[in-house]
């Protein structure tokens, strides 16, 4: 438990201490956030905020990580996977910076890469944590033999998170807020297991996106851009691998779900009808353009988020006779 508690606080004291330096930084080289044409009209105000906060995330959780860890496969394999995940966001933001225009890398630059990612998950959690080829339907524990299909389970868990997280990233704090939420379901599921190397990365990842939050919240001075979501996706992902709940997930992540889903029901309707079910998409811009104000969104949603994860903890408990 100490662990958890110093790697979580050294985490959030980093991010603390090192923005302000890193938000002058960004200003200075004039990195600052490029606003989509189509997005809400409120939204163009918030053009030039620093963005790639997500680099000060990773940076305290690395350094929190690498002094406290064990070295053990299971939570290297997240550590991995959220770093790898991160670097592919941080090209993306600097793509978009230095074309200067809301659009990054080529989706097929960011398929291979995700692919990849999603491999070298799979050889680490077959082949060095020694975890079995199986997916657990914890509401029944019942467990499915995958075989071969295993690797496309990994894919699908890794680059469905990134990309709903990277999704929720539409107001300030937000995505900061839910994913430090879930991630703290983590940091209990990982203890309930005994796997204190693993429960202590995600206490790192969790003390990260608070102290991120002191300067990402509304009115945000800083946004984490791709470099964060991606990454924190990644590192969520890697947790419901390692941890076999990547269908508990759909659960423990539902805030994340309900964005993503919102955005492929407004693109099947318009698509097949030519009507919009939402007014905008995302759903967190519908309820913008509802004239819901950003605070209201923001903390409704993060309570949706808190009762996903401790529905989704209360049922990993009971799955392992707790």
Not at 60 to 89: K, N, P, Q
Not at 181 to 193: D, E, M, Q, R
Not at 206 to 223: D, E, H, R, S
Not at 271 to 297: G, N, Y
Request: net charge positive.
């Amino acid at each position: 438990m100490g662990r958890i508690l110093f790697g979580g606080t050294g985490a959030l004291l980093i991010c603390i201490f090192l923005s302000p330096k890193f938000i002058e930084f960004l200003r200075k080289r004039e990195f600052g956030q490029h606003i989509r044409e189509d997005g809400p009209a409120g939204h163009h105000q918030k053009a030039g905020t620093p963005t790639m906060g997500g680099v000060i995330i990773f940076l305290a959780v690395a350094v929190a990580f690498l002094i406290l860890t064990d070295y053990e496969w299971r939570s290297l394999g997240v550590f991995g996977a959220a770093i790898a995940c991160a670097l592919l966001g941080f090209a993306d933001d600097y793509t978009k910076l230095i074309k200067r225009r809301s659009l990054g890398l080529r989706a097929r630059t960011k398929l291979i890469v995700t692919i990849a990612i999603s491999l070298g998950l799979w050889f680490i959690a077959t082949q060095e944590a020694h975890l079995q080829p199986t997916l657990w339907l914890r509401f029944v524990d019942y467990h499915i033999d995958l075989g071969p299909l295993y690797p496309l389970l990994i894919y699908l868990v890794v680059a469905g998170t990134t990309s709903a997280v990277n999704l929720t990233d539409g107001l300030d704090g937000l995505a900061a807020g839910c994913a430090a939420i879930v991630l703290l379901a983590y940091v209990g599921i990982t203890f309930l297991a005994y796997d204190f190397d693993m429960a202590m990365l995600a206490g790192c990842l969790v003390g990260a996106c608070i102290g991120f939050l002191w300067y990402n919240a509304f009115p945000a001075t800083i946004f984490m851009g791709d470099t964060g979501s991606l990454g924190l996706g990644g590192a969520i992902a890697g947790l419901a691998v390692m941890t076999k709940t990547e269908v508990l997930l759909i659960l423990l992540g539902g805030i994340f779900v309900i964005e993503a889903l919102s955005v492929v029901i407004q693109v099947i309707s318009f698509q097949m009808t030519r009507r919009r079910v939402f007014l905008m998409a995302p759903i967190h811009h519908h309820f913008e353009l509802k004239a819901w104000s950003e605070t209201k969104i923001i903390l409704r949603f993060w309570i949706v988020a808190s009762i996903c994860g401790a529905i989704g903890f209360t049922i990993y408990r009971q799955s392992r006779g707790i």
